[in-house]
């Protein structure tokens, strides 16, 4: 069984999952009465928000993952075990993990955010896959430079033409951002690369159900990001809803009306579902959980019964002023360090005030020198949003030489038009390849 190695005094503190949620509140306890341990599956801490630039070939996995143990290096009150999470005792007030071993808590925080949701439709993942983890990245990364590839090779025009085309599924920030970056790649990065196909005729369709893009941004965004985005000749589909996946393309209703879109390149930046430790959560204690399956807590974050477990990030459900908590980064970050304060507080017999969200306001970027910013009441697109999204997203990144690496690389890539991580790599990446006949 695994036990903190502290002292018999200490509370002990379990967070499970080294996202945003996870690791801030792990950085923000500052007790000697606390000994913490972060269970994750995996070793290191993803920047999210930045998956889209591995899968479009801008950066390299490691530019935006730091190691759990280099980043908490420092704290020697924190262990950090690599492991899975497969049940919960309650009563007993312990993990087991798949390995079979347990680790017992005084305190509970669980923070394993969400997976894609196909709404139904598992079969639509094996040709559309979403963007929640390294491997995604890199697998849409080598789908969409393979199509380049299929294209140069192919024997028609109607196979080149599929393989020249992209269809994003959600308008949401992914989903503009994926199209956006592939608008520049295969109009820019691309265009000097190939002989026998002009990149630049490429299509991408985004498709979005709602009847906007951006629709957790004001009206006056959405319309700017939909301008921007046709300037760089996406074609957008609002009031959309698919209707079908397969291998050579999507299918799609608008206002009663079928269209099918033939691609051979399908992402899927859509719904959401939360972590399956919600549910697990809700076997063993009752709770009760929202439609996307995440866990409805107390305004303290807390389970109702089960005050010494605490649930963060995407995998909460819950509001402030009757406004629902947005499933972003920053709403993790905050959840992660009230749940610190909220714990420290208890050991010293303090109250604490209900969780608030603090919205500092949203972003989105469309491509070089394009996005959409909102800021309290200011609402800003164009160069300057642009010039924010990257000031904030370096300020936000974990490790002082990950920011390095990122500024460099986006001012190289910014002058030469350039993608340097273009890799097509994984285990199937020699055998998709269609050879020259």
């Given at each position: 069984?695994?036990?903190h190695?502290?002292g018999?005094?200490?509370?002990?503190?379990?967070?499970?999952?080294?996202?945003?949620?996870?690791?801030?509140?792990a950085k923000?306890?500052?007790s000697k009465d606390?000994?913490?341990?972060?269970?994750?599956?995996?070793n290191?801490?993803l920047?999210?928000?930045?998956?889209?630039?591995?899968a479009?070939?801008?950066l390299?996995?490691?530019?935006?993952?730091?190691p759990l143990?280099?980043v908490?290096?420092n704290?020697?009150?924190?262990?950090v075990v690599l492991?899975?999470?497969?049940?919960?005792d309650?009563?007993?007030r312990?993990?087991?993990l798949?390995?079979?071993?347990q680790?017992?808590?005084d305190?509970?925080?669980?923070a394993t955010?969400?997976?894609?949701?196909?709404?139904?439709h598992?079969e639509?993942?094996?040709?559309?896959?979403?963007l929640k983890?390294?491997?995604?990245a890199?697998?849409?990364r080598?789908?969409i430079?393979l199509?380049?590839?299929?294209a140069e090779?192919?024997?028609?025009?109607e196979?080149?033409?599929?393989?020249?085309?992209f269809a994003?599924?959600?308008?949401?920030?992914t989903g503009?951002?994926?199209a956006?970056?592939l608008?520049e790649?295969?109009?820019?990065t691309?265009?000097?690369?190939?002989r026998?196909?002009?990149t630049?005729?490429a299509?991408?369709?985004l498709?979005?159900g709602?009847?906007?893009?951006?629709?957790?941004?004001d009206p006056a965004s959405?319309?700017a990001a939909?301008?921007q985005?046709?300037?760089?000749g996406?074609?957008i589909?609002?009031?959309s809803?698919?209707?079908?996946?397969d291998?050579?393309?999507v299918?799609?209703?608008?206002?009663?009306a079928e269209?099918r879109?033939?691609?051979?390149?399908?992402?899927?930046?859509?719904?959401?579902?939360a972590?399956?430790?919600?549910?697990?959560l809700?076997?063993r204690t009752?709770?009760?959980?929202d439609r996307a399956?995440r866990?409805i807590?107390?305004?303290?974050l807390?389970?109702p019964?089960?005050?010494?477990?605490?649930v963060?990030?995407?995998?909460?459900?819950g509001s402030?002023?009757?406004?629902?908590w947005?499933?972003v980064a920053?709403?993790?970050?905050q959840h992660?360090?009230?749940a610190?304060k909220l714990?420290v507080?208890?050991l010293?017999?303090r109250?604490?005030?209900?969780f608030?969200?603090?919205n500092?306001?949203?972003?989105?970027?469309?491509?070089r020198?394009?996005?959409?910013?909102e800021?309290?009441s200011?609402?800003f697109?164009?160069?300057?949003?642009?010039?924010?999204?990257?000031?904030?997203?370096?300020f936000?990144?974990?490790?002082?030489?990950?920011r390095?690496l990122i500024?460099f690389?986006?001012a190289?890539d910014?002058?030469?038009?350039?993608r340097g991580a273009?890799?097509?790599t994984?285990p199937?990446?020699q055998h998709?390849?269609k050879?020259?006949?």
């Open positions: 069984m695994l036990q190695l502290r018999m005094n200490t509370h002990r503190v379990v967070i499970v999952g080294g996202g945003f949620a996870g690791l801030y509140a923000s306890f500052r606390v000994s913490i341990t972060i269970v994750d599956r995996r290191f801490h920047f999210q928000p930045l998956l889209y630039q591995v479009t070939g801008a390299s996995p490691g530019e935006i993952a730091s143990r280099y908490l290096r704290r020697k009150e924190i262990s492991g899975e999470v497969t049940d919960i309650p009563a007993a312990k993990l087991v798949a390995d079979g071993s680790i017992a808590y305190s509970l925080l669980i955010g969400a997976t894609h949701s196909y709404f139904a598992p639509w993942a094996q040709h559309a896959p979403g983890t390294v491997e995604d890199t697998e849409i080598a789908r430079l199509a380049f590839e299929r090779t192919a024997a028609t025009d196979e080149r033409r599929a393989h020249l085309t994003i599924v959600g308008g949401g920030p503009v951002e994926v956006g970056a608008a790649i295969s109009r820019d691309l265009k000097h690369d190939f026998n196909i002009d630049a005729s299509r991408i369709c498709i979005e709602s009847p906007r893009l951006l629709h957790a941004f959405s319309a939909e301008r985005l046709r300037s760089l996406v074609e589909h609002t009031g809803t698919v209707t079908a996946i291998a050579d393309g299918s799609f209703q608008h206002e009663g269209t879109v033939n691609a051979k390149t399908v992402i899927w930046a859509a719904g959401v579902q972590s399956p430790l919600g549910k697990l809700a076997e009752g709770v009760s959980l399956g866990v807590v107390e305004p303290d807390s389970l019964g089960h005050r010494e477990i605490l963060a990030g995407d995998l909460a459900s402030t002023n009757g406004k629902p947005p499933g920053p709403t993790a970050m992660g360090a009230y610190a714990i507080n208890r010293r017999d109250t604490t005030a209900p608030r969200y603090w500092k306001g949203s972003l989105a970027t469309i491509g020198n394009k996005a959409v910013a800021v309290g200011f609402r697109s164009g160069i300057f949003a642009w010039l924010a999204w990257l000031l904030i997203h370096i936000y990144i974990i490790e002082f030489e990950n390095m500024v690389q986006w190289y910014y002058f030469t038009f350039n273009r890799l097509i994984g199937d990446a998709q390849a050879p020259h006949s």
